[in-house]
């Protein structure tokens, strides 16, 4: 997939589905950018064997030089902490539901607005967020289940929110998301 040719500043989210392309795409698009000077920050935890080994896979795909900071929660003070002007998170659908399993809902709002403060205060030359879009299936059954997708939701609204530019992953391709216009009709004059 074509990485975007640009690296001018700021926050740019990646979301889509699983195996979409997102993960594949900022680790292109950070190496195209910081060529070795990239700090990854991971939020995935080792909880099983079939987890363990994914995380093995995705360090083996990303360059050895690379800075990596595990932050399965304070991402902020991750941020804060990174090396280089260039960094990736993977993933925001993780950090979510780590801060959501731990301490709750509440906690999961600030991991969130704590990472887009420290994001905004570091004001990094590049940096990517990856995220899942959870919401596009059926309600889920489970109440915890229900108040994940509708937690990932307003997170991934609020990092959109936030950031330069936001893309859309599905079947390895990406189309770029444009803000919501203020009416109905100028959401013609998009096109």
Known sequence: MPIPTTDSGGLVLLLGGARSGKSQTAVQWARAVGRDAVTFIATAQALDDEMAARIQRHRAERPAAWETLEAPRDAARAVLRARHDVIVLDCLTLLVANALLDDGPAAARREVQDLLEAVHTRQP???????????????????????????????????????????????????????????????????
């Open 125 to 191: 030359r590049l940096m990517l967020l990856v995220s899942n879009e959870v919401g596009l299936g059926i309600v889920p059954e489970g109440r915890l289940a229900r108040a994940y997708r509708d937690l990932l939701g307003w997170a991934n609204q609020q990092v959109r929110a936030a950031a330069r530019a936001a893309f859309f992953f599905v079947a390895g391709g990406m189309v770029p998301l444009h803000p919501v216009p203020p009416s109905p009709w100028q959401a013609f004059a998009l096109r």
